[in-house]
């Protein structure tokens, strides 16, 4: 019962990189979102999708993308980090109201 | 704008006493409150929630009160144990959650 699995779990980038954080859940929500936390700030919504094939931004989209190409699979890329991306990143799902975390991803942009 | 605004921004409590958070939201489409447990290291977890037609919902020492027309809501936790140290988050739902800033709570011995 893996839930909303994330990877990494910690990754370190440097200033101008790409990379892609990778999330997945077996829950067949249809629902999906990530959200970034940065201390003192909650939490704030990147990009969320509907279903396979739909994404739409959310309160704080600019410097990523995502898609969708399966109800499982939500990946979110960063393209040319910086150090304001340094962050906690969390995905979550949901079907209905109930949205599950998963267990985050830290990201610090050097 | 701060669509959904939460205070205390951190809370000590000793041990059996009451926690109490608050929050106020703004957007009248909401649907559903929840509030979620957070411990270092991890993602936020659900731990209880209500509907806009409930005044009050309770479960074990957790308790949500909700005023639709102050358009506010709050958490009590009875009891508070030192395992209750959390980050506190709550949340409004409107086909996605919009969160408070939190409350980092701190449950003395």
């Known amino acids: 019962n893996a839930g909303v699995t994330q990877t990494p779990k910690f990754r370190i980038l440097k200033i101008g990189q790409s990379m892609t954080l990778q999330c997945t859940q077996d829950m067949n929500h249809n629902y999906m979102y990530w959200y970034r936390q940065d201390p003192g700030m909650g939490l704030k919504l990147i990009y969320y999708s509907v279903g396979a094939g739909i994404t739409d931004k959310g309160e704080v989209p600019n410097g990523y993308n995502v898609s969708r190409s399966t109800t499982e699979d939500f990946p979110l890329r960063l393209e040319l980090a910086a150090p304001s991306q340094t962050s906690v990143y969390f995905c979550?799902?949901?079907?209905?109201?109930?949205?599950?975390f998963g267990e985050g991803s830290w990201l610090t942009v050097v | 704008q701060q669509q959904v605004k939460q205070s205390p921004q951190s809370l000590i409590v000793q041990k059996g006493g009451i926690s109490i958070i608050n929050c106020a939201y703004e957007?009248?489409?909401?649907?559903?409150f929840p509030w979620y447990q957070q411990f270092p290291g991890k993602g936020p977890a659900l731990l209880i929630a209500?509907?806009?037609?409930?005044s009050e919902k309770k479960e074990g020492r957790f308790t949500i009160s909700f005023n639709k027309s102050a358009k506010q809501f709050s958490l009590h936790i009875m009891d508070s144990q030192p395992g209750d140290s959390a980050t506190y988050f709550c949340a409004a739902y409107d086909y996605k959650l919009t969160f408070g800033k939190g409350t980092l709570l701190t449950v003395n011995p």
């Open positions: 957007n009248t489409a909401f649907d559903y």
């Open positions: 209500i509907r806009p037609d409930v």
């Open positions: 979550a799902s949901s079907l209905g109201n109930t949205i599950y």
